[in-house]
């Protein structure tokens, strides 16, 4: 890899102008597209110190061999020229939004003579109009067929059209009037037209009105004892309000509206979109991508370029609402509204049925990230990659087929616990997760490596004492799970926390577990006695089942964290004065209103509570005041008095 230092430009040279700029590597191939409001200022930050760079940025940067600009007059240019350029050259370093399949669209061929609906996939075409997209194609045949019955448009192959006007007899939609048939002349050209017409009008949420007509014209058959026609009409309207069923309705006031959520971890991101048209969700789509250094706004601004970047703007509703506004939202709802050919409205919704749905589509969003993992996780040959590279990474003799991830959580060193979560063979052994609670060393200390090294030791201690005797119980035969030993420690943290884990194998003598460190800022893995961690592609298997067992060791400390903490705060000072039992406390706080009232009463005052004697009021004080209470004693005899005796 070649050294920036080789190749950065003179600060001087660099406009600061706003533009658009390309890395290229030593073979001349574009790995990397961005825009900039100040080139000089975005460039100059590539060529800093390369450690504080994310190590995506520095491999990129490392990978580079050249650097080039191109100045634009306005931001809104840079935004489209970046993204004709990320179209043209697909560079690596870029994120890219890949969804797992083209999504249909239901789409009105209005630029030709005779309009015909279909269902398309792929690239826009110039006058056409889209609905969608939708999830399935079935579902656009399936509300296709319901609209036939109302709005007859053509919907055959220019061939089959073709041989029915040249036959003079139409196809068999036409002789079960879900086709005009103007391939016959059964309807002009400017008939067929206002019937395409009015079908897009229709699926563009404009439905009210062609409900109300049909109604009208069933009780004016009916009335004119057309019972035939009027049970014909009956049969629409509930065609229509079958179609209307399928696409629920969620804004009010008609809406048009694109509604995007997102779900990351460290190394993806999932994407989710509801597209809604007339108030109507009328399609959604997803993606799952791998994540680049950006953060949340530099994301969401890339995602709208991909989305709404394509060839033509009618895709680009009246309002785009995003969980977070890109950096420059002023500038691409101006490059928004250039595409539409009219105001299109960037916002975060804060309140209200809007925010209901993107709550809706944020659940979704982590949903499909959770599949995506899952999915992932279940691979065998993922899996059985990651544990080969784990191998070869670590130097290990074997792969390490029994992986143990640890983890500490606290608040400001209260409630301080430990986990343990088992993957084996790279997928999770529930069965076999601990938790520690963590008491805190000789001294009382309860930091991260103490807490770790107390946690690692009791576990290794039951280790070697569960060795001792067979794996298995002969009085139950259950197995004796800590018998085995993990072919690797993974701990959350960095140097500090692997040196406080390999202080414990080396005092207990256990020199058959590896132990390396996942620190989460830079996902870098740290290995004992290593002055530098290994950082490993962000595309490694090996990487991903390490996140994997760190995130869900942190989950499952976190859990057990807030449950003890939940209990602490439920716990009152009065618990566990001996003597004082729950109707007792009941009648404290009944007299003084509360804990503070008690503590500032004195002994005698305490006594005059109901059922509590002077010993034991005097004990109560002392323990609210933090003291430990003298007992009273019969100064003739030298015997203990109980609580409710007098000295």
């Known amino acids: 890899m070649a050294d920036p230092a080789t190749y950065r430009p003179a600060p001087g040279a660099i406009p600061t102008d706003p533009g658009v700029y390309r890395f290229r590597d030593e073979h001349g191939r574009v790995i990397y597209v961005g825009k900039a409001k100040s080139l000089r200022s975005r460039l100059s930050s590539y060529f800093q110190d390369i450690g504080a760079l994310h190590p995506r940025t520095s491999r990129m940067v490392r990978t580079g061999a050249s650097v080039e600009w191109t100045v634009v007059s306005t ?81 055959c192959s220019a061939g089959v059209f073709k041989r029915a006007e040249q036959s003079g007899r139409p196809c068999l939609l036409g002789y079960i009037d879900k086709c005009s048939a103007p391939c016959v002349g059964r309807v002009s050209e400017q008939e067929h037209r206002a019937l395409a017409q009015e079908l897009c009008d229709f699926l563009a949420g404009d439905t009210a009105r062609f409900v109300r007509r049909l109604e009208r014209r069933m009780k004016s058959a009916a009335a004119d004892l057309d019972f035939e026609q009027a049970a014909r009409l009956r049969d629409d309207v509930a065609a229509l309000t079958k179609a209307l069923e399928k696409s629920a309705v969620v804004l009010p006031d008609g809406t048009d509206a694109d509604v995007f959520a997102l779900a990351d971890d460290e190394l993806e991101v999932a994407i989710q979109v509801f597209h809604v048209r007339g ?23 890339h995602l709208l370029q991909q989305v709404y970047g394509g060839e033509g703007g009618e895709n680009v509703p009246k309002e785009v609402l995003v969980p977070v506004l890109p950096p420059d939202p002023t500038q691409v709802a101006a490059w928004l509204s250039e595409r539409r050919g009219s105001s299109a409205d960037l916002r975060v919704p804060r309140r209200g049925d809007k925010r209901s749905l993107m709550e809706t589509v944020a659940r979704n969003a982590h949903q499909s990230l959770a599949r995506h993992k899952v999915a992932r996780a279940g691979d065998l040959t993922a899996r059985s990659q990651a544990l080969q590279d784990l191998q070869e990474i670590l130097g290990l003799d074997d792969a390490p087929l029994r992986i143990e991830g640890y983890d500490i959580s606290h608040i400001q060193g209260s409630d301080v616990v430990g986990s343990m979560v088992v993957f084996e063979d790279g997928l999770v052994r529930k069965a076999e997760y601990r938790r520690f609670i963590v008491r805190g060393d000789i001294d009382g200390r309860t930091d991260d490596t103490a807490a770790m090294h107390e946690v690692l030791t009791r576990r290794f201690q039951r280790h070697l004492k569960d060795r001792e005797r067979e794996a298995t119980d002969p009085d139950t035969g259950e197995t004796r799970r800590f018998a085995y030993p993990p072919n690797l420690v993974v701990v959350d943290g960095g140097a500090p926390q692997v040196a406080a884990a390999q202080q414990v194998l080396d005092e207990l003598g256990v020199d058959d577990v590896a132990i390396v460190g996942l620190a989460k800022r830079l996902e870098e893995v740290w290995v004992p006695g290593d002055e530098h961690p290994v950082i490993l592609p962000r595309t490694s298997e090996a990487l991903y089942l390490l996140q994997r067992l ?94 409710g005796e007098q000295p």
């Open 75 to 155: 931001e809104v240019e840079a935004l489209q020229l970046e993204y004709s350029w990320i179209k043209e050259y697909d560079p690596r370093f870029n994120v890219k939004y890949r969804d797992d399949k083209s999504y249909p669209y239901l789409a009105v061929t209005l630029g030709e003579e005779y309009p015909r609906a279909q269902v398309l996939r792929g690239a826009k075409r110039k006058g056409t109009r889209y609905f969608g997209p939708y999830t399935h194609a079935w579902a656009i045949r399936e509300t296709l067929d319901l609209l036939l019955r109302v709005f007859p448009v053509r919907t």
């Open 550 to 643: 760190r995130d869900e060791s942190h989950r499952f400390a976190n859990t057990f964290h807030r449950e003890r903490r939940s209990k602490s705060m439920t716990r009152s000072a009065l618990d566990g004065i001996p003597g004082l039992g729950e109707a007792r406390r009941g009648a404290l706080l009944a007299r003084f209103g509360s804990v503070k009232q008690i503590r500032a009463a004195s002994p005698e005052e305490i006594a005059t509570t109901a059922g509590i004697g002077p010993a034991l009021a005097q004990r109560i004080a002392a323990e609210l005041a933090g003291e430990t209470p003298t007992p009273a004693v019969n100064l003739t005899t030298g015997e203990v008095l109980d609580e």
């Open 279 to 301: 108030g109507r969700i009328r399609g959604q789509r997803g993606w799952v991508a791998e994540k680049d250094a950006e953060d949340l706004p530099g994301l969401v601004e």
